[in-house]
């Protein structure tokens, strides 16, 4: 090792003090001995006859010792400082190689004792440097074992070897410096009516920038991608609501409005921005699973939402007003990869996944999730369920993420958790509802999701928890 002494030695200068006093140093010198530390101390070299001044000025510049430890309380403060006594010398002759010399790590001070307030009290020439701290029962032996391996030479904190530009350094940033700083105002000390009014403030400075911002490309798949900043800087936000008061509900107003407006443009290439809306909206509730945020949930799934349709009716509608089918852009994500893809728009989505916010895993449980939802939540009145367009992404669907949530029915906390989410008065009205759905699969009346192409259909709650099992354990 580059620094390591072998054989350190060093002078302790101190003030002598109390019976009390004088042996705590001498446990110290003990101590330093014992741990392999050559130590020049008076009580041990000193003898009757011999000169103290000469001992104490060449046991400080004796180039064979490799620190002083300069051991600091209440009256070596006051001795230094008025240039008393023994200490006085020692200050004369310290103080000046302390403070001819640019760089020294030679002299090192020790807080040994406070004063009867707590206070350290240093000698106004030894302010500037840092110190170890004895003077505290408490952290004791860990403030001895940092000194001892300074006086080997070994540093506590090692600085670690420069490594190379990271590989992001001339991407562009996912969302903007303001928005980050903004996000990190949600978690400071504002009041909460300050945070809502500077949450919902940003929340329509972003639905503004959607609504007017024009695309610059003329392929669809670059067109959609160009919508990408928006997203992370909306998901940033969604992440702020842990720290804003009941700030899911501007998140559920915002996707509403959001929606309605883009229905009223004439400009929206493609139905992009509507599938954007639909993207963002199962992120949403990707997240607030994945944080356990049911009060949230709860809110965002049973809301109704006026959002329009088609034709800009402002009709009552539940959150299948997100869903949003594009062929225009399935289709051109499976010519760009030559790919016969179940559905394009899921491909890409998973492609550019907004890994911050939650995993693919994450994603797709949401997706799930608002599938199985549908079935059961009483404001969804539409004659067809959610379609989960990501549900071929189920990477796992015996041990996955959304096949463990569905286990977990079993229990009757987690099932007085989704009764809550999925607003139901009681758990019996939840279980009848549960044994509805599940009847009307088996007879047939009810269809199980797939794609047309494909063999796999979407899972839902009722592939891994049978009616008769929930709840059935603590």
């Given at each position: 090792?580059?620094?390591?002494i072998?054989?350190?030695?060093?002078?302790?200068?101190?003030?002598?003090?109390?019976q009390?006093?004088?042996?705590?140093?001498?446990?110290?010198?003990?101590?330093?001995?014992?741990?392999?530390?050559?130590?020049?101390?008076?009580?041990?070299?000193?003898?009757?006859?011999?000169?103290?001044f000469?001992?104490?000025?060449?046991?400080?510049?004796?180039?064979?010792?490799?620190?002083?430890?300069?051991?600091?309380?209440?009256?070596?403060?006051?001795?230094?400082?008025?240039?008393?006594?023994?200490?006085?010398?020692?200050?004369?002759?310290?103080s000046?190689?302390?403070?001819?010399?640019?760089?020294q790590?030679?002299?090192?001070?020790?807080?040994?004792?406070?004063?009867?307030?707590?206070?350290?009290?240093?000698?106004?020439?030894?302010?500037g440097?840092l110190?170890?701290?004895?003077?505290l029962?408490?952290?004791?032996?860990?403030?001895?074992?940092?000194?001892?391996?300074?006086l080997?030479?070994?540093?506590?904190?090692?600085?670690?070897?420069?490594?190379?530009?990271?590989?992001?350094?001339?991407?562009?940033?996912?969302?903007?410096?303001?928005?980050?700083v903004?996000?990190?105002?949600?978690?400071?000390?504002?009041?909460?009516?300050?945070?809502k009014s500077?949450?919902?403030?940003?929340?329509?400075?972003?639905?503004?920038?959607?609504?007017?911002?024009?695309?610059?490309?003329k392929e669809?798949?670059?067109?959609?991608?160009?919508?990408?900043?928006?997203?992370?800087?909306?998901?940033?936000?969604v992440?702020s609501?842990?720290?804003?008061?009941?700030?899911?509900?501007?998140?559920?107003k915002?996707?509403e409005?959001?929606?309605?407006?883009?229905?009223?443009?004439?400009?929206?290439?493609?139905?992009?921005?509507?599938?954007?809306?639909?993207?963002?909206?199962?992120?949403?509730?990707?997240?607030?699973?994945?944080?356990?945020?049911?009060?949230?949930?709860?809110?965002?799934l049973?809301?109704?939402?006026?959002?329009?349709?088609?034709?800009?009716?402002?009709?009552?509608?539940?959150?299948?007003?997100?869903?949003?089918?594009n062929?225009?852009?399935?289709?051109?994500?499976?010519?760009?990869?030559?790919?016969?893809?179940?559905?394009?728009?899921?491909?890409?989505?998973?492609?550019?996944l907004?890994v911050?916010?939650?995993?693919?895993?994450?994603?797709?449980?949401?997706?799930?999730?608002?599938?199985?939802?549908?079935?059961?939540?009483?404001?969804?009145?539409?004659?067809?369920?959610?379609?989960?367009?990501?549900?071929?992404?189920?990477?796992?669907?015996?041990?996955?993420?959304?096949?463990?949530?569905?286990?977990?029915?079993?229990?009757?906390?987690?099932?007085?958790?989704?009764?809550?989410?999925?607003n139901?008065?009681?758990?019996?009205?939840?279980?009848?509802?549960?044994?509805?759905?599940?009847?009307?699969?088996r007879?047939?009346?009810?269809?199980?999701?797939?794609?047309?192409?494909?063999?796999?259909?979407?899972?839902?709650?009722?592939?891994?928890?049978?009616?008769?099992?929930?709840?059935?354990?603590?």
């Open positions: 090792m580059k620094n390591r072998e054989h350190p030695k060093v002078f302790i200068s101190y003030a002598w003090g109390s009390e006093h004088d042996e705590k140093v001498i446990a110290l010198a003990t101590n330093l001995k014992s741990d392999g530390v050559d130590v020049v101390f008076d009580k041990w070299q000193l003898k009757e006859g011999n000169d103290t000469k001992f104490m000025e060449k046991s400080v510049l004796d180039e064979s010792i490799t620190n002083v430890l300069i051991l600091i309380d209440p009256t070596y403060a006051k001795k230094a400082n008025e240039r008393a006594g023994g200490v006085g010398t020692e200050t004369q002759i310290i000046s190689e302390v403070y001819n010399k640019v760089e790590r030679k002299f090192i001070p020790v807080v040994f004792e406070r004063d009867a307030e707590g206070n350290v009290c240093k000698p106004q020439y030894l302010k440097l110190h170890f701290d004895l003077s029962p408490d952290t004791y032996d860990t403030e001895y074992q940092r000194m001892v391996r300074t080997y030479g070994i540093d506590t904190y090692k600085e670690p070897e420069l490594g190379n530009p990271p590989a992001w350094l001339d991407e562009s940033p996912k969302v903007s410096y303001k928005s980050r903004t996000s990190d105002f949600f978690r400071g000390t504002a009041s909460d009516a300050v945070k500077k949450f919902s403030e940003n929340l329509e400075d972003l639905k503004k920038q959607i609504l007017d911002y024009e695309y610059t490309e669809v798949i670059p067109c959609y991608l160009e919508l990408m900043p928006f997203r992370d800087e909306f998901l940033l936000l992440k609501t842990e720290y804003v008061q009941e700030g899911y509900k501007q998140v559920a915002f996707l409005e959001l929606m309605y407006e883009i229905r009223r443009q004439k400009t929206n290439y493609a139905n992009l921005k509507e599938t954007f809306v639909h993207e963002c909206f199962i992120y949403v509730v990707a997240y607030y699973l994945k944080k356990n945020a049911n009060d949230a949930l709860r809110y965002i049973n809301k109704t939402y006026f959002a329009g349709t088609s034709n800009f009716n402002q009709e009552a509608d539940s959150y299948n007003c997100f869903y949003c089918y062929d225009v852009l399935d289709n051109a994500v499976c010519k760009r990869d030559n790919k016969k893809y179940y559905c394009g728009t899921a491909a890409l989505w998973i492609e550019n907004n911050e916010v939650c995993n693919k895993d994450e994603f797709v449980s949401g997706d799930l999730f608002c599938y199985s939802a549908s079935f059961l939540i009483s404001n969804y009145e539409k004659g067809w369920a959610w379609f989960p367009l990501t549900y071929v992404y189920n990477s796992d669907e015996y041990r996955g993420l959304f096949a463990n949530y569905s286990k977990r029915l079993v229990s009757k906390e987690h099932l007085e958790e989704m009764m809550f989410v999925l139901f008065e009681s758990i019996n009205e939840f279980k009848e509802q549960y044994k509805n759905v599940e009847e009307k699969f007879k047939g009346d009810l269809k199980e999701y797939r794609y047309n192409s494909g063999f796999e259909t979407a899972k839902s709650f009722w592939d891994y928890m049978k009616s008769e099992d929930l709840g059935i354990r603590n």
